[in-house]
């Protein structure tokens, strides 16, 4: 990369039903209809059904910091589960749970109040109760949140990712973007290891 060109940092609420990508062979919608910032990719990425804080920038180094686990850098996410949620299976979750043969590191699972998002139809709520948890991951395999609460047997409905390490969307509508401060990519940069 080009010492001299000037690095970018983004911080993007992702609606529901984008694509974490700019380009979709199959025509779905992507990041290319809200960041109109070229030669920044997303550092990590979220589902197409999953909402929330997605970080893009030019810079390499600081997607490495983000996306790999050695860097702790911590994902907070709210998770609406169907089902009301048993103690037994936030601890199970706390603990790790085998996906795929390889169990999950250790996280900080709790339940909490239902969060003041923004409204949108949610599949699957009319089959019984719901729960709301906060989940506080230092990994991101594939769907791995989704992969975990159904593990438990509380299927997820619901995933919002409120907080990347400090950073987090509030004050941001979904579809809405800004660039970082400086104090925010130096606590990227130094590995903040702060939960939201």
């Not at 979709?24 to 909402?51: N, W």
Request: net charge positive; hydrophobic share 35%; with cysteine.
């Amino acid at each position: 990369m080009d010492k001299s060109k000037k690095h970018l940092y983004i911080l993007f609420n992702k609606p529901y039903g984008v694509l974490s990508n700019f380009v979709d062979p199959e025509g779905r919608p992507t990041l290319q209809a809200y960041i109109p910032v070229p030669g920044v990719y997303a550092a990590g990425r979220l589902d197409y059904d999953s909402e929330g804080a997605l970080i893009l920038t030019n810079d390499g180094p600081l997607i490495c910091r983000i996306t790999q686990p050695d860097h702790h850098i911590p994902k907070t996410y709210l998770v609406m589960v169907l089902g009301e949620i048993t103690d037994s299976a936030l601890a199970e979750l706390s603990r790790g749970v085998i996906i795929e043969g390889v169990k999950t590191k250790r996280c900080q699972a709790m339940r909490i109040e239902a969060p003041d998002l923004p409204e949108r139809d949610v599949p699957g709520t009319r089959k019984g109760p719901i729960s709301w948890v906060q989940i506080i991951l230092r990994e991101g395999r594939k769907r791995q949140v989704r992969r975990m609460t159904a593990a438990v047997g509380f299927p997820t409905l619901r995933l919002f990712r409120v907080a990347i390490g400090n950073i987090t969307v509030e004050g941001l509508q979904p579809g809405e973007w800004r660039f970082l401060d400086k104090s925010e990519v130096q606590s990227l940069k130094s590995g903040n290891r702060g939960g939201a």
